[in-house]
């Protein structure tokens, strides 16, 4: 029964592709289109789960009742024409054309690269970080009301010895506006310094995109549903501020110099380094 909750959804007729977008498209508005989410968590409860592989393997344990394997095809059903749809809006929008491959991501990033600091407002520039003896990891994040990216940089803190012992300062990148980063650096309580890039050249020079699909696919919807079991909350943003939850980030890793030594440049938001990867990829 779940399934058909899931394909309980229409798609726009008519009016600005943008403004459906913004509308119907948000993990804060529980009758959106991303009620898919709280449809996964609603499936995993009835099945006393709190993992989506938890749930396959229940229904690979199920496959010899002919109920459920009708079931699991409009849910794969579902999947397929979901992800379509969201590959269809990242055309329209051009959203694919954005991401860099490897060979065009930058090698060396200049100390002069100018950059807003979000706790003054004061210019500044990578020249500030660069000279010390130490690393630089850059952590590129998404919106602001990124709970993956949040939960990324706790992991970070937890692990803030590691981090030291391997000369390693986290710097926190926005594309967003300061007023923004004021509000998400009061509710995270972060203590790492914040640089504002509102016109996103790191993002673009290290090849970071913008996906539909790549954030709110299928898959990762029925992951999102766990941090909903989970009685996690998806942040909110501020409603006076105008956010871009389809853009991926990344953690890069740079040398005194600028010279990056660790690229990982996100698929999805729940696509992040291990704090291992980071210390190992140098």
Same mark, same amino acid.
Not at 3 to 13: D, Q, R
Not at 87 to 101: F, G, K, M, Y
Not at 111 to 138: C, H, M, N, W
Not at 187 to 210: I, N, P, V
């Given at each position: 029964?779940?399934?058909?909750?899931?394909?309980?959804? %229409?798609?726009?007729?008519?009016?600005?592709?943008?403004?459906?977008?913004?509308?119907?498209?948000?993990?804060?508005?529980?009758?959106? &289109?991303? !009620?898919?989410?709280?449809?996964? #968590?609603?499936?995993?409860?009835? &099945? *006393?789960?709190? @993992?989506? +592989?938890?749930?396959?393997?229940?229904?690979?344990?199920?496959?010899? $009742? #002919?109920?459920?394997?009708?079931? &699991?095809?409009?849910? @794969?059903?579902?999947?397929?024409?979901?992800?379509?749809?969201?590959?269809?809006?990242?055309?329209?929008?051009?959203?694919? #054309?954005?991401?860099?491959? /490897?060979?065009?991501?930058?090698? *060396?990033?200049?100390?002069? %690269?100018?950059?807003?600091?979000?706790?003054?407002?004061?210019?500044? %520039?990578?020249? +500030? =970080?660069? !000279?010390?003896?130490?690393?630089?990891?850059?952590? &590129?994040?998404?919106?602001?009301? *990124?709970?993956? *990216? @949040?939960?990324?940089?706790?992991?970070?803190?937890?692990?803030?010895?590691?981090?030291?012992?391997?000369?390693?300062?986290?710097?926190?990148?926005?594309? !967003?506006?300061?007023?923004? #980063?004021?509000?998400?650096?009061?509710? %995270?309580?972060?203590? =790492?310094?914040?640089?504002? /890039?509102?016109? $996103?050249?790191? =993002?673009?020079?290290?090849?970071?995109?913008?996906?539909? +699909? +790549?954030?709110?696919?299928?898959?990762?919807?029925?992951? =999102?549903a766990e941090y909903v079991v989970d009685n996690m909350e998806f942040p909110r943003g501020l409603p006076s501020i105008q956010d871009d939850m389809f853009q991926l980030g990344g953690d890069f890793v740079v040398d005194e110099h600028g010279r990056v030594l660790f690229s990982y440049c996100c698929q999805s938001p729940i696509d992040r380094p291990s704090v291992e990867e980071i210390l190992s990829g140098q």
């Amino acid at each position: 029964t779940h399934c058909y909750t899931l394909t309980s959804f %229409t798609f726009p007729n008519s009016g600005s592709l943008q403004e459906f977008i913004r509308q119907k498209i948000r993990i804060e508005q529980q009758q959106s &289109l991303l !009620g898919l989410i709280e449809a996964g #968590a609603v499936l995993y409860r009835s &099945l *006393c789960v709190q @993992r989506k +592989k938890d749930a396959e393997d229940l229904w690979r344990k199920s496959t010899h $009742r #002919a109920t459920l394997q009708g079931a &699991l095809q409009d849910f @794969r059903e579902l999947e397929v024409q979901w992800d379509a749809f969201l590959q269809h809006l990242d055309d329209e929008l051009q959203l694919a #054309a954005q991401t860099l491959d /490897d060979t065009k991501q930058i090698k *060396c990033i200049s100390p002069d %690269t100018s950059l807003i600091d979000a706790r003054t407002g004061e210019k500044v %520039t990578l020249e +500030k =970080y660069f !000279g010390r003896g130490q690393k630089i990891l850059l952590v &590129l994040i998404r919106q602001f009301s *990124c709970l993956l *990216c @949040r939960l990324h940089l706790k992991e970070l803190e937890k692990h803030q010895r590691s981090l030291d012992s391997h000369s390693i300062q986290v710097l926190v990148i926005s594309f !967003g506006c300061q007023e923004g #980063a004021s509000h998400w650096l009061k509710e %995270t309580g972060c203590q =790492y310094d914040m640089l504002l /890039d509102s016109d $996103r050249k790191m =993002y673009t020079a290290f090849g970071l995109g913008a996906s539909l +699909k +790549k954030v709110l696919s299928f898959s990762n919807m029925l992951l =999102y549903a766990e941090y909903v079991v989970d009685n996690m909350e998806f942040p909110r943003g501020l409603p006076s501020i105008q956010d871009d939850m389809f853009q991926l980030g990344g953690d890069f890793v740079v040398d005194e110099h600028g010279r990056v030594l660790f690229s990982y440049c996100c698929q999805s938001p729940i696509d992040r380094p291990s704090v291992e990867e980071i210390l190992s990829g140098q």
